[in-house]
């Protein structure tokens, strides 16, 4: 039966370096839970210990309450679907997805139900009696996928399953995967580099970085509301500005000026006065003005000049120098008769307040 | 929380002692009680000996003394580090050339040279040498044929004659080795050189024999070891002149029956020049590599007609003088034999002789090599699978254990088994167990290493699919490990078994007249001067070491580089 995992302090150390720092989450019955982050991260180290092919240097792993600290990976019951397939090449289609049955001694009748079921599942039952080496990979995968689950695992574990795959069959097994998964229901842990993937499959995403977990929610708002720079910089497209806090305004918000003298507001209660931060605007969030129009009285001001315009057909892109070294991108939807502007006009750029994100600068990118 | 942080010393020394019966561990210390009993052990016993001047009366090393201050003695070392050295230095001016004419010129039957390379490398070097000895013996058919002419052909005994067969019969080494690291060279490389401005010789010396170093001295250092510690051809060709091995296996038949101290103390030096050889090697290896792999090999060239034919010329007549004493023992075996002088007329004479003799010696020879093979492939299999899969102290230990029996000479690991288990409660000596344990253990690090690659290449994913999956470390390693080494395992097996099958140095000092093997009846016979029974005999050999190649080349699609 599946089950709910439990992830307490965990920490993993080779040596001096630290692979996992005292990470801990709970994972709900039936979730589909993605560790996301880039390589190096710990979360295929974080897999393969809650796998039980490295045991942690301290801390706990629940499945459902229970800690399985000591047992050993072939009774722990997860079924793990590996980045380069590790389908067996010796035996066939059939035989490798009949073999954690076979090791669980299940009888001829049931292997032979199981195995035909599963096959329909991921629609292979046409090459039941073929050796791996005459599939495509996708069909690999699905094989490894199948093998994975009719063991009926307590937790599904996928390392990166889809990366060695063309684009198309990805985009295509990123749908299968995940409506095999809510079938079936299984509790699953997702490691892919893919934030894409990730915000696409997943109920929820853990971002980590140096062993950490950065931040953990659900996938539209680790995009909307990224919690740390590192977050903020590693998810989708972001303007990460230098500036300082002035103040704030009546309304509660407070005042930045950003280096090379553009100033906005922020809906950010957290920040105190004075200091210096780090601001994220996504590149659609900004709003182009004529800079002839400056707004009235004390009203924070943002311009540049237009540096480049990128015309990528659904959008538009403008590179603008705000005065700083690294310019401002700012995406436009591609409409119909949309005013395009021209390289070098100047611009008035506007942000709604609730757009601007606020970081410490010492937290690292 | 507070609960999971203190700890439980019972608990932890249960779980410790509850890992031991795990697979993997019991393997583990069954390994390294086996790898001890039949090799440090062994040797642990005659460094022993050789120190047990003190319990005489006399000082620690009264052995080593004695030995380095009598001239019969100390001569032999001598005498070794000449025929040796000088084998190593003639093998590489013979086989580098070789190599680099059959690798890079377009010579006519490439693939028959290669054949020729491969019966010299696996042939019994015993037989080579009793072969020259029907060639160009006092009366051998060479010596009798150019003395009607008036030419007195060299002597094949002594020095220069044993110097002549270990270059011809090592040679291979350095061919294999060379051709072997010729391949890893990209053919960039030389263009560049050449672009440069460097002529085809000029290009050689400076960038492809630089970068050939580790398969050179490789080379040079396996010749130099199997050159040092052969005890074949010295004890056919040697007459008065002594090796360090004829003096061990001398030493050792005088103090039958006493401790073979002096054996011993022999023993225990020549295993210092052959580890101080492998260390050596290991260190410049180590030292010289580049580390390059071509993505696009050295290419064959289309030389000039003269180059071609006189490099052809030379390769020829290199491989017609190397497969020589093959083809003598072959033909001569159907010749009717008149003691030690053969007659022209052709018969099946030899073979009638031996029919009624050679049942209990193939017999033991397929026996002991087939045991031996086996447990080789299933030992060799389980180890490389912990030093691979579980690094560690011990595993690290183990592997070190294992590569020291590549030091360990045949004739000095015959002396150590003697010594250790001579005496009851064991009294092996004699038996076929004894000469088992010493192919065993003389061939347990090639498997080792053939299998440790094997599983370099294989992903660690796919076993711990199987762990995850539910199945055991047992029951992984059998389903899983096992299945997918299987081709590197068989060919293994096949070239342990010919290396095996042709052991003379151990076996001399092990056997007993009822477990007396091929080789030991083949060396019976010329020293009796019975060379057509020797040569009918021998053929056999030759064929039994050859068949099991011809499987490995043909069926499973290995090369000839496959042998170092």
């Given at each position: 039966m599946t089950t709910s995992v439990t992830i307490d302090s965990v920490t993993k150390r080779f040596g001096d370096t630290t692979a996992v720092d005292a990470v801990s989450f709970d994972i709900a019955k039936g979730e589909f839970f993605t560790l996301l982050?880039?390589?190096?991260?710990g979360k295929t180290t974080l897999l393969r210990m809650i796998a039980g092919f490295m045991r942690q240097t301290s801390g706990h792993i629940r499945f459902g309450g229970k800690v399985i600290d000591s047992v050993p990976p072939h009774q722990r019951n997860t079924g793990m679907v590996f980045q380069n397939y590790a389908i067996f090449p010796h035996l066939t289609v059939f035989d490798n997805i009949a073999y954690g049955l076979r090791a669980r001694r299940r009888g001829k009748a049931e292997i032979e139900r199981e195995v035909r079921r599963m096959l329909d599942l991921v629609r292979l039952g046409h090459l039941?009696?073929?050796?791996?080496?005459?599939?495509?990979g996708g069909q690999q995968q699905r094989v490894v996928l199948a093998r994975a689950m009719v063991i009926q695992p307590d937790v599904l574990l996928m390392d990166e399953?889809?990366?060695?795959?063309?684009t198309e069959m990805r985009m295509h097994l990123r749908s299968e995967i995940r409506s095999l998964q809510r079938q079936v229901g299984v509790t699953t842990i997702y490691v892919t580099h893919d934030q894409e993937e990730a915000l696409l499959m997943s109920d929820r995403i853990a971002v980590m970085s140096r062993g950490r977990v950065e931040q953990l929610d659900v996938p539209h708002r680790i995009y909307?509301?990224?919690?740390t720079l590192f977050v903020a910089g590693f998810i989708g497209e972001n303007n990460l500005l230098p500036g300082a806090v002035l103040g704030r305004a009546a309304d509660g918000s407070a005042i930045i000026e950003l280096a090379g003298g553009g100033r906005l507001r922020a809906a950010s209660a957290a920040a105190e006065d004075g200091r210096a931060c780090i601001v994220s605007i996504r590149p659609q969030d900004i709003d182009i003005g004529d800079a002839a129009r400056l707004p009235a009285g004390d009203e924070p001001a943002l311009g540049g000049t237009v540096d480049d315009i990128q015309f990528l057909g659904g959008a538009v892109k403008l590179v603008v120098d705000?005065?700083?070294?690294r310019p401002l991108t700012v995406s436009l939807p591609g409409r119909r008769d949309m005013a395009m502007p021209t390289i070098g006009s100047a611009l008035r750029l506007s942000v709604p307040a609730h757009a601007v994100r606020i970081f410490n600068p010492e937290a690292g990118a | 929380m507070s609960t999971a942080t203190r700890r439980d010393p019972t608990g932890r020394l249960g779980a410790a002692l509850g890992h031991l019966f795990d697979f993997w561990p019991m393997v583990t210390v069954a390994a390294l009680v086996v790898t001890t009993a039949l090799l440090l052990l062994p040797v642990y016993n005659i460094v022993g000996l050789s120190f047990s001047g003190a319990e005489a009366g006399r000082s620690l090393f009264d052995n080593y003394a004695m030995f380095f201050s009598e001239p019969y003695y100390y001569r032999s070392l001598i005498n070794s580090f000449i025929v040796s050295i000088s084998a190593t230095i003639l093998a590489l001016l013979v086989g580098i050339p070789a190599a680099y004419f059959v690798s890079r010129y377009n010579l006519w039957a490439r693939s028959l040279i290669k054949t020729v390379v491969v019966l010299t490398f696996v042939s019994p070097p015993f037989i080579g040498s009793y072969s020259w000895v029907i060639l160009l013996g006092r009366s051998g058919v060479l010596t009798r044929f150019f003395a009607e002419f008036g030419i007195a052909l060299p002597s094949i005994y002594g020095a220069p004659g044993i110097i002549f067969v270990f270059t011809l019969q090592y040679f291979p080494f350095v061919f294999l080795l060379v051709s072997s690291g010729l391949k890893s060279i990209d053919q960039s490389v030389e263009d560049a050189a050449r672009n440069l401005g460097s002529g085809e010789f000029a290009t050689f010396v400076k960038v492809i024999a630089p970068l050939l170093l580790p398969s050179i001295t490789t080379a040079g250092l396996l010749v130099f070891v199997a050159a040092f510690t052969d005890l074949g051809t010295p004890l056919i060709l040697g007459e008065k002149f002594r090796v360090l091995p004829l003096l061990i296996y001398g030493e050792f038949v005088n103090d039958f029956g006493g401790e073979p101290v002096l054996a011993s103390t022999l023993s225990v030096l020549l295993l210092a020049v052959t580890t101080a050889a492998l260390l050596l090697q290991r260190w410049l290896s180590a030292r010289f590599s580049h580390a390059t792999t071509a993505i696009r090999p050295l290419t064959l060239q289309e030389p000039r007609p003269l180059k071609r034919i006189l490099a052809a010329s030379y390769v020829y007549l290199l491989m017609a003088i190397a497969v020589l004493p093959l083809a003598n023992i072959v033909i001569s075996s159907f010749l009717k034999a008149n003691g030690p002088v053969l007659t022209a007329e052709l018969s099946l004479d030899n073979y009638r002789r031996i029919a009624g003799t050679v049942s209990r010696p193939l017999w033991n020879t397929i026996l002991f090599t087939s045991t031996a093979t086996l447990a080789c492939a299933v030992a060799g299999t389980l180890i490389a699978y912990i030093i691979v899969r579980r690094p560690g102290r011990i595993s690290a230990l183990l592997d070190t254990i294992v590569m020291f029996s590549y030091a360990v000479p045949g004739i000095v690991l015959g002396v150590g088994l003697v010594v250790t288990y001579h005496y009851p409660p064991f009294a092996l000596t004699g038996t076929a167990l004894i000469l088992i344990m010493a192919y065993f253990i003389r061939r347990l690090p090639f498997s080792v290493r053939a299998s440790v690659s094997a599983l370099q290449q294989l992903s660690r994913d796919t076993e711990e699919a199987s762990v995850n999956l539910g199945a055991g470390p047992a029951a992984t390693f059998a389903r899983v490990t096992v299945p997918l080494l299987s081709m590197a395992i068989l060919s293994g097996v096949l070239l342990t078994w010919s290396n095996t099958i042709r052991e003379l140095s151990a076996t001399l000092i092990l056997q007993s007249g009822s477990t007396a093997t091929v080789s030991i009846e083949i060396f019976n016979e010329v020293v009796n001067g019975n060379f057509g029974v020797a040569s009918a005999l021998g053929s056999i050999l030759i064929l039994l070491t050859f068949l099991p190649l011809i499987l490995l080349f043909t069926l499973m699609g290995k090369n000839e580089e496959a042998l170092v």
């Open positions: 982050g880039s390589s190096g991260c039941a009696h073929r050796r791996p080496r005459e599939l495509s399953p889809l990366s060695n795959l063309d909307a509301e990224p919690r705000i005065g700083v070294d | -």
